[in-house]
């Protein structure tokens, strides 16, 4: 369908959208084509395989350069991530985890209110094979999954990225009828979130919780389910940073760090 | 997005798909695959420029092969749209004819009406370069436009394939717009979210946070606030017990379950 017309206005803003491990430069050129049918300009590399920049992605993208151009790439996914306050993880397949899973249509209305209140927000896509790890999904508030015929359910990276960006250019003509009331308080960013998780998670394996290390990457995605869900303000970021320390005994608040040995030494904890 | 589960049923029936003068097997080979992905098996060729049947389509179709296998050839429009009742043109630009034109959206809901009360319908895709002829468009109903970026609103053939079909399954399936994974873990109740509250309140108290009382109260509906938009499955509450039992040390680990009346008796606990 031919209907480029040069000489309207490119529509500018939106959701990020994060491709990780992308393995063809060619699909992240057709990505970039539909996300510029979308009016979407922010992209977002996480470790492309074949290098960045790249010429096949250039030659696929047929004339979206200006996407291309802005394109930025990260080391890994939470620095991709950081800066937003909501996250989708798209996936086919059930992860089993405990999540928010939504249409690209829902996502899209959700989208048009988060930014019309300026939380930023983006979508995960995965590697053309494989699709997001667990580890990554864990990352997201929500799953956002395409309604498709069970039976052939897959999609090219770029039909991905289209059917997502399509809602997304539809919902943006029509307004939100939802938004998040949050006192006084901000949403929290990712960074604050990850950085929570981290604090959180060393506190617990100091406690001597899950002695056997081979549990520890599944627990701890279900606890970072449970705490995305919850939706954390900035400040109920810093209640629970409380929370841990507290929980980690008077002795070692006062303490430098102490080391692992410390730790499950009773005459030091109380 | 990986996801087939070939075990499930292939969703049938849904308006014919009719490519006018196609120039690549290739492009008739992805848009049966976006056929597949919709649920849509009824394919119509009107003079594919490159033969029929043709290996690169097979090649292409990525496993979409009864949908090629069940394609119908055409000498021409006419004798292909003849059996319907109702037809649709897409173009992404306006041909100055006096035409209802509407959206993939309205579209799927009309059609999925026409096919209810058992009138067959259809929807006209031109070839790749050019898009259909004036002549093709007024021997259609109605004018179908993907709502794009008017400044760049080229789509391929396959993905224009994929954004109608994707409407036409979407409004046949009707698919909720969000549910919740709770992997193999229910919900938990109001009773087991509030005793996993006063564990962890009678832990924090303990652990000596928030030596005022008086904050006490706000602090603790705050931190019941947050746990509560988690929505926690049952299993999830198992865990974070888990968790505070763990802060607490290992001491209290070892003992057996210490009476109501003894909970907040330091030596018992310790």
């Given at each position: ?28 050129g057709t ?21 960045w ?54 996502a899209?209305?959700e ?75 901000r ?13 959180f ?16 990457p ?39 760090e ?7 030494d ?5």
């Amino acid at each position: 369908m031919a209907g480029t017309d040069r000489r309207q206005a490119v529509v500018g803003g939106g959701p990020a959208i994060i491709l990780v491990e992308p393995q063809l430069g060619e699909n992240i050129g057709t990505a970039a084509r539909a996300m510029a049918n979308c009016g979407l300009d922010d992209l977002r590399l996480v470790r492309p395989r074949d290098g960045w920049p790249s010429e096949r992605a250039v030659a696929a993208a047929s004339g979206a350069d200006w996407v291309l151009e802005k394109a930025r790439l990260f080391p890994d996914i939470r620095a991709a991530i950081g800066d937003l306050v909501h996250v989708y993880a798209t996936t086919a397949r059930d992860r089993f985890q405990v999540k928010r899973e939504v249409t690209p249509r829902r996502a899209a209305e959700e989208m048009l209110g988060y930014l019309g209140a300026d939380e930023p927000c983006g979508v995960l896509f995965g590697p053309e094979r494989t699709g997001l790890v667990n580890d990554d999904v864990a990352l997201a508030d929500t799953v956002l999954t395409v309604p498709l015929n069970p039976a052939f359910s897959s999609l090219n990276l770029a039909q991905a990225v289209l059917l997502v960006g399509y809602e997304w250019f539809t919902a943006r003509t029509a307004p939100a009828d939802e938004r998040m009331h949050r006192g006084h308080s901000r949403p929290a960013n990712k960074a604050e979130l990850i950085r929570f998780f981290e604090h959180f998670e060393e506190a617990l394996v100091d406690s001597g919780f899950l002695r056997d290390p081979k549990k520890r990457p599944s627990l701890f995605r279900n606890l970072r389910n449970l705490f995305q869900r919850a939706d954390c303000t900035e400040q109920e970021l810093r209640t629970l940073h409380g929370v841990v320390t507290s929980f980690m005994g008077p002795k070692k608040r006062r303490e430098p760090e102490p080391s692992a040995d410390l730790v499950h030494d009773e005459t030091v904890r109380r």
